[in-house]
């Protein structure tokens, strides 16, 4: 066993010998390690996967936070802006190669393929500029993208779709492109199909079906139009720095032009502009690395994501004592088998190398077992966070950066619970083991093995206690009073109709719904509610009983 082979051979030898031992202790580090990687492999998909795109690491957003969707007044972390404004800051802006501007959110449209397509479908749009995909780097799987002769009011009217609506909405058709799509009854050609796991600037749950150029906005939205609204902010920008660009002193120009934007004429009333008067001097446009996109997702899931990380961290730990408590009542058991190799030659750091080594073993076999965990475990959290996404491009699938943070773990893990039984199986006497005492390592192990089990405890009570408090204030924020029945309560969300409607033809058609669900056997009560966003009559809702 002079070698790293022959040490490996005679573990797995040991461990055919002790099947329930070996069963036992893959299984614990499997949960242990799984769970971990579970949330690392969610921390990797939201806080630290790029984007799919070209050169990622060269773009940059200007404006920060993740506000939506349209906003008509100062902003807490300012990141979304007019498109007159985008206008003037691309002026002011020569370090970027491309600038490109995109919609906040999105709404769902009616889309219709006409000659295929009985009824419309509801897909989700989003507007951008010309040089959207150019920015970004990205070809087309069919067709082409857009150019900037596709984001001219007086150009066709074209879009661009994405390779999963492609795929999961039109069959993978490949005839679709140079087809006509009927939007809010409008045709629109098919210029192409994005790239696989292309899902747009923005991790999220249900991403874009169709991308629209952003000059053709005022066509499907008829008068809630907000394309030249000097005032409503509904857009966000990223930019691709020219090469050996930096962006030292864009923030401060660009602070600057958003200072003294707001126009005298923008119909707003006085008194809403002496408080914009007062706040805007006060706001910062920063510009940060944008090679993961806009951090929805991080804003929103990093501190949930943190916590997890850490309880999963403290379960590992329970699970590493668990096993180290295995390993030292095996390593007991077979003193005088130590004691025979001590007796024969065989050298402390032999004893401590072998020992590791099965250590290291056992504990990659729990890492490997922990990747089938860890998958399940994600999806799992996936399918709660987000049960009612269509879809969520985050994969489950291990990437080499998770593959080598599971085996990083297990390899760490082996080492931390197989150092002190390696020690202590150097303690052994040989004589004492051999005349059946045992006196010296079972004196230091017993100690140990205490120590071992308090550690376990204190972190399970840690890690209940912290479950009881969570399930307690759920349980509060479920059972809430808030005013009014809930059990027996549904909130049904309708799209908005087409743009072309007229608010009379809306309103006698709300009415006629409403009347019509009151009518439906079981239904106690019926209605309606119109949201209407500001700048925009974006979605409407409404609640049945």
Avoid at 42 to 52: D, E, F, N, Q, T
Wanted: hydrophobic share 45%; charged share 15%; glycine share 10%.
């Amino acid at each position: 066993m002079d070698n790293p082979v022959g040490a490996i051979r005679y573990a797995i030898r040991q461990f055919r010998l002790s099947p329930v031992f070996t069963a036992s202790a893959v299984l614990t580090l499997s949960l242990g390690i799984g769970g971990t990687t579970a949330i690392f492999t969610l921390i990797h998909a939201v806080m630290l996967r790029s984007l799919p795109v070209a050169d990622p690491e060269r773009l940059y957003r200007v404006g920060d936070g993740d506000n939506c969707c349209v906003q008509g007044g100062p902003q807490d972390r300012w990141g979304m802006f007019s498109y007159p404004l985008f206008e003037r800051l691309k002026a002011e802006a020569p370090e970027f190669e491309q600038l490109t501007a995109f919609q906040a959110g999105g709404f769902r449209v009616s889309v219709r393929r006409p000659g295929v397509d009985v009824a419309a479908r509801s897909l989700r749009t989003e507007y951008v500029t010309g040089n959207y995909f150019t920015t970004f780097g990205i070809g087309a799987f069919g067709g082409r993208v857009f150019t900037a002769d596709d984001d001219t009011p007086a150009s066709p009217p074209v879009v661009v779709i994405s390779h999963h609506s492609w795929e999961a909405i039109y069959g993978g058709d490949q005839s679709l492109v140079g087809q006509t799509l009927v939007i809010e009854g409008h045709p629109f050609t098919v210029a192409g199909v994005a790239p696989p796991g292309f899902f747009g600037d923005t991790l999220r749950n249900n991403p874009p079906d169709l991308w629209i150029p952003i000059q053709h906005e005022p066509m499907v939205t008829g008068a809630n139009s907000l394309l030249r609204q000097p005032v409503s902010a509904w857009l966000r920008v990223i930019g691709r720095l020219k090469p050996g660009a930096t962006t030292d002193g864009i923030a401060p120009r660009l602070t600057n032009v958003l200072r003294q934007w707001i126009p005298r004429d923008s119909g707003w009333p006085a008194n809403w502009l002496s408080d914009v008067d007062h706040l805007l001097p006060k706001q910062t446009t920063a510009i940060v690395p944008a090679g993961a996109g806009v951090g929805v997702m991080k804003e929103q899931y990093a501190s949930s994501l943190q916590l997890l990380m850490a309880v999963c961290g403290l379960v590992l730990l329970i699970a590493c004592a668990n096993v180290a408590n295995l390993l030292l009542a095996r390593s007991v058991a077979r003193r005088t088998q130590t004691a025979v190799r001590m007796a024969i030659g065989a050298s402390r750091s032999q004893i401590v190398t072998q020992a590791l080594v099965e250590s290291i073993l056992l504990a990659i076999g729990g890492g490997i077992a922990g990747l089938v965990v860890a998958m399940g475990a994600a999806r799992l959290l996936l399918s709660l966070a987000f049960s009612v996404s269509t879809f969520l491009p985050i994969s489950t699938r291990p990437s080499p950066l998770v593959l080598a943070f599971a085996f990083g773990v297990a390899v760490i893990t082996g080492v931390l619970f197989g150092a002190v039984p390696a020690w202590l199986a150097t303690r052994t006497d040989p004589i004492d083991a051999l005349r059946g005492s045992g006196r010296s390592t079972g004196d230091h192990s017993s100690f140990t093995r205490t120590a071992l089990l308090v550690l376990q405890a204190t972190l399970s009570v840690v890690l209940v206690a912290g479950a009881t408090m969570l399930g307690r204030s759920l349980n509060n924020v479920q059972h809430q009073d808030f005013g009014f029945t809930v059990p027996d309560r549904v909130l049904v969300a309708i799209n908005r109709p087409s743009a072309d409607y007229t608010v009379p033809q809306m309103t006698a058609m709300y009415r006629t719904l409403e009347d019509r669900l009151n009518r439906i056997p079981g239904v106690q009560s019926a209605n309606l509610n119109i949201a209407i966003r500001e700048a925009s009559k974006r979605s409407n809702a409404l609640g049945s009983k």
